[in-house]
């Protein structure tokens, strides 16, 4: 009987850019200029039509305060969905950023509770 190893090489996940850009309440423009490249070159990493390099993890993490390890988590984005967007740009009481960040908290703690599957 053969046997084989199976070598898996993890791969950065784009939506944890996202999920922690909109958890520190900026924008993309904001973020960007922290990290010295085109706001555009930004919003490709965090759609994944650039793939992310560990320099870019390791920048990132820095700029957002947050480990490396947690680019690489497979976790899904839960946040508003573009109806909830438009609403909430028209209400004066809760602020878009705010709204966002909110998400982006929310689905940090569900993810880590033990009785909520991932």
């Not at 010295?36 to 994944?48: A, D, I, R, V, W």
């Not at 004066?92 to 982006?104: D, F, M, Q, S």
Request: aromatic share 8%.
């Amino acid at each position: 009987m053969t046997s084989f190893e199976l070598n898996v090489v993890a791969l950065p996940n784009p939506q944890m850019i996202t999920l922690a850009r909109l958890s520190r309440e900026l924008t993309q423009v904001q973020l960007a200029g922290q990290l010295g490249m085109p706001q555009g070159t930004l919003s490709k990493l965090e759609n994944g039509a650039f793939p992310l390099s560990d320099e870019d993890v390791a920048l990132l993490a820095t700029a957002l305060d947050y480990p490396k390890s947690f680019f690489y988590r497979r976790d899904i984005f839960e946040g508003p969905g573009i109806l909830e967007l438009y609403h909430a740009r028209k209400r004066k009481a809760v602020k878009l950023p705010l709204l966002n960040r909110a998400y982006a908290t929310a689905t940090q703690v569900l993810r880590h509770r033990t009785d909520v599957p991932c």
